[in-house]
């Protein structure tokens, strides 16, 4: 079997588990004979082979199908990391047609950006995971001049497009987040430190948008109203977990967020233009008024 035919393989049966939550043999061997048509490579197997595959799908890529003897199908396991394995499905859908795709260049269209910092996530991970301390210089994107830094590596976090890296910076043993884009020099000692027992970065960030997190601060309730078309924009792409819906008919879509009100925040609402109207809190809508005039003064 070639590297091409797994990969194609591996994708249909995870993807009809995705789609369908559960399948029998016969189910998956029925959709792997109708992407069989598609790609034009017979991917069907036998009982024996399915196993073998799952193996590989388990040991490679991390995702452990699971056959329920009782009910006769296969299944994704929940093992309480939906989040990490939603992203991980789709990491795979993309290397899966990127390893078998030829001259790309006429089928899809790549924005043209600057890399994340990604080819630190494996040195990064192993330190955060072992509790080594690490070095690397570091360039912020308000100072000219880079500057060396020593850490406790604490988490990594995605926010806008961009990867950070959550760690206490042992110069003012302050928690801090550092843009993995402007990280260069990565030095993994065999220090130890020890990781702080009360410390959650779920919780840290749980009303936040973006990486500033005001633990200092309550976070408030926030209601906007979007006009009927960005609202379905709003629907399927939620601004943050705890976007809750309290109004959606034909004239708007009424949302409630539970936040800390930041620049970042209050940025990501005029990325919307003039289709929502902030309800409450008032300081909010004062924000943003402000924003708008300050842009209008700079644009005259």
């Known amino acids: 079997m070639s590297q091409d035919e797994y990969f194609l393989r591996c994708r249909a049966i995870i993807q009809k588990l ?4 559960e399948a029998t043999f016969e189910e998956i061997n029925d959709y792997l004979e109708r992407e069989s048509e598609i790609c034009g490579d017979d991917l069907t197997l036998s ?6 595959n799952l193996e590989k799908i388990r040991s490679r890529q ?5 056959f329920d003897f009782s009910s006769k199908v296969y299944r994704i396991a929940d093992d309480g990391q939906a989040d990490i394995h939603s992203r991980m499905l789709e990491s795979f859908d993309m290397f899966s047609f990127l390893n078998v795709a030829n001259d790309l260049s006429q089928y899809m269209y790549f924005e043209k950006r600057k890399p994340q ?6 040195g990064l991970l192993h330190a955060i995971k072992n509790r080594y301390v690490i070095g690397f210089t570091h360039q912020k994107f308000w100072e000219g001049q880079s500057t060396k ?6 988490s990594l976090k995605e926010s806008q497009y961009r990867w950070y890296l959550l760690a206490k910076d042992r110069k003012d043993n302050k928690i801090k987040t550092f843009g993995l884009d402007r990280i260069t020099g990565l030095d993994i000692t065999k220090q130890k430190f020890e990781y702080p027992k009360n410390f959650n970065v779920n919780e840290m960030f749980r009303y936040c948008f973006g990486v500033i997190a005001n633990e200092d601060k309550k976070p408030e309730e926030i209601i906007i109203s979007f006009e009927r078309q960005q609202g379905n924009y709003i629907k399927s792409l939620p601004i943050h977990e705890t976007q809750q819906i309290i109004v959606d008919n034909k004239d708007e879509l009424r949302i409630k967020l539970t936040l800390h009100i930041t ?3 209050i940025r990501e609402l005029l990325s ?9 809190p008032k300081s909010l809508k004062r924000k ?9 003064k700079n644009n005259k």
């Open 62 to 66: 991390n995702i452990d199908i699971q």
């Open 272 to 280: 919307n233009g003039d289709t929502f109207t902030v309800i409450s």
């Open 288 to 296: 943003v008024c402000e924003m708008y005039e300050n842009g209008l």
């Open 263 to 265: 620049n970042d925040f």
């Open 18 to 21: 995705r789609k369908s939550g």
């Open 117 to 122: 910092g990604t080819e630190h996530f494996y």
């Open 149 to 154: 830094r020593i850490v406790e590596p604490y």
């Open 47 to 52: 009982k024996r082979s399915l196993g073998r």
